[in-house]
């Protein structure tokens, strides 16, 4: 069995400018790109060739009903879930079998469904932990304060006491801190508040108006396409429709309205 190609080097990660400088990549460049993916649960196939971009600078919502394989997707994008066939691309280099810590490692961070927090540290504690990166916790908690004000009211709380909204803003202040180069986020509302998820999203949008390739996976189309410049609808692990948010509106409009389900994804 031949080894796993080492991960790629990618060059922007630590350039990108945090206050919205410097983008080295041109925007054509793709930070990921699957081709024609293939996956599975043992026997059981759950991605039938799936194909996805994501520029540098771009937001592209991966939009899906519970079991559309959009957690799967995002498995096999960040290496715990392996190809059965397809490639991976990472900045034009091919990752099919890099761990999952050398992904990562290279600038690809996941902001999980559930937020992720340690609930029982205190919101610099939770900060810290991504010192591992090499950035100073100084620097750390200053673009996270700057960014979420409301986390430096709670500096010194438990995270797990916090609200919903709250443990999101410190997850994604997190995930920021290791300066990824390509973020995921998976369910970035789930059970928050409008004006919350409103809140977040806004900082999603500044998120890649810095440079950073976003892939927002969503159930609530309307407010990921908000965001997004490209959408990807996905239905029992095949690519249903993609586009602008325009060109996709009608196909959400054409495939979910008037349904449960098309009220589930907030049509």
Known sequence: MSAAP??????????VSWQGGSQPWHATESVLELRRVHAS???IEVLHGVDLTIRAG????????????????????????ATTSGCVHLAGRHVNGVTPDDLARVGICTVPEGRGVFPNLTVAENLKMATYTGMALEAIESDA???????????????????????????????????????????LSMGLAPLIVDQLFAEVARIVSEGVAVLVIE?????????????????????????S???????????????????????
């Open 6 to 15: 080492p991960p790629p080097v990618l060059p922007y990660r630590h350039s």
């Open 245 to 267: 948010p325009d060109q996709l509106d009608e196909a959400l409009n054409r495939a979910y309205l008037g349904t449960k389900r098309g009220r589930q994804f907030g049509l």
């Open 41 to 43: 649960y043992g026997k």
């Open 58 to 81: 771009q937001c592209v919502a991966l939009l899906g009903a519970n079991g559309a394989g959009k957690t799967s997707l995002l498995k096999v994008a960040t290496g715990l879930l």
């Open 145 to 187: 304060y700057a960014r979420f004000p409301k986390l430096a009211q709670r500096r010194d709380q438990l995270a797990g006491t916090m609200s919903g909204g709250e443990q999101q803003m410190l997850a994604l202040a997190r995930a920021l801190a290791t300066r990824p180069a390509l973020l995921l986020v998976d369910e």
């Open 219 to 243: 159930q609530f189309a309307r407010k990921a396409l908000q965001v997004a410049e490209w959408g990807v609808l996905l239905n029992q692990g095949v690519v249903q429709a993609e586009g």
